[in-house]
């Protein structure tokens, strides 16, 4: 990992079309701006990493095999739906 300082208003680029800047820095919040092509996606890191781990469910299932804790979790689920009783009393009227 490269590890830069930089201050208010200074960049830092990649790959000759990404530059990122920073606009401004308040406690331990550092506000930055990302100018990249169109094609380039720029996505928080913990957007990137839901993305990635729901392709790798969607070919798990498209693969048919089932990731391991799926059989425990429906097997909880459906216990839950027995166990839960379903309440056909009407509401009550004020």
């Known amino acids: 990992m490269l590890v830069l300082t930089r201050r208010i208003d200074e960049s830092l680029v990649i790959n000759d079309n990404i530059v990122i800047t920073i606009l401004a820095v308040d406690g331990d919040k550092v506000k930055i701006g990302v100018s990249a092509p169109r094609e ?11 993305m990635r781990e729901q392709q790798q469910i969607a070919q798990a299932l498209a693969s048919g095999t089932v990731p391991e804790g799926f059989e425990e979790l429906r097997n909880f689920l459906a216990e839950q739906v027995d166990t839960d009783p379903v309440s056909e009393e009407s509401p009550s009227t004020p």
């Not at 380039?40 to 839901?50: C, D, G, I, M, Y």
């Open 40 to 50: 380039v996606p720029v996505l928080r890191q913990e957007l990137w990493n839901a």
